[in-house]
C-alpha cells in the first residue's frame, strides 16, 4: 500500500523529476484552523452573498449554480495541486498518488468503505429520533432567503432541474455529475484528505481525526444555521476522517463522500427517464 512513509524515504514510486522527494512536514494547528477557515469564507460569501445577490438580478438557476458553486470547489482542487509544488515535488502521477494517498486500499479497506457508508446513512437520521431535538433550536444565524429556496430546488428534484426541463437531457446529468466527482469530491478530499491529513498526523499523532473532523464540520458552517445542524454533522465528519487516517489511504473518504452526495444525481436521472 502507498502511504507517507515512502515519500519521506523517497521510494522509487513516490519520486519527483529530480528523483529526490522532499521529507513531508507537520502542519501547526494555527496553520490547520487557516486552511480550513479560509477555504470556508470564501465558501460562505460565494453562497450566502453572491448567490443571493445573483437571485435578485434575475440570474438564471443554472448559471447562478455554475457561478457560486463550482468556482470555490475547483480552487479546493487547484489548491492540494499548489501545495504540492509549494513543498516542491513534481505534479507526476506517481507523485500525486503517494502524497494523496491514492494507491491500493489495504485488504481491509473495502470493509471500511462500506461500514463508513452505512454509519454516515445511519448517522444522518439517527441523531433526530434519538435526541429529539428540534432542527430549529441552537439558533446561530439565518441564512438569506434567497440561499434556503436555491437549496431546496436544487435537492427537489422533479422534472426540471434548475430550471432546466430535464426529459432527455442526458447532458445535465453527465455534467453535473462531472462537477460533483471532479470539483466537489476530488476538489475537497485531495484537499482535507490529500493534502491536509497526513502532514496533521504527523504534528497531531492518533488523535488527529478528532480534530480534523471538527475542523472540517466547521468549514460547512454556510449550511449549519443551527448548533445541532453542527453537532448532527459531526459523526459524519469524525468518521470520514477517523477511516482515512485509520487506512492511510484517501479512497474511503472519496468513495463515501461520492455516495453521500448521490441523492441530486439520481434526482436528476429520474427527472431524464420521466
Known sequence: MSN???IATGSASARDSSGLVPPLKPISFLTTFLLFAVPSAIFSFSLLVLLPALMRRGFPSFA?????????LAMLLIASLAGLKLEGRSLTWPVIRNRFRLGRLPRYGWLWIV???VFEILASVLPGYVFQVS??????YTAP???SDFMGAL?????????????????VFFYFLFGLIVFNIFGEELWWRGYILPRQELAQGRWTWVVHGVLWDGFHIFYHQTAWSFLAYLPVTLSIAYVCQKTKNTWPGIISH??????????ILRGILS
Not at 156 to 169: A, C, M, R, T
Not at 258 to 267: G, I
Open 115 to 117: 461500514g463508513l457508508c
Open 258 to 267: 461520492t455516495v453521500a452526495n448521490a441523492a441530486v444525481p439520481v434526482a
Open 155 to 171: 435537492s427537489s428534484g422533479g422534472k426540471d432541474f434548475l430550471g432546466i426541463p430535464l426529459h432527455g437531457q442526458w447532458w
Open 64 to 72: 447562478i449554480f455554475n457561478l457560486t458553486f463550482l468556482p470555490p
Open 145 to 147: 432567503k434567497e440561499f
Open 135 to 140: 432542527p430549529t433550536s441552537l439558533h446561530l
Open 4 to 6: 507517507d512513509n515512502e
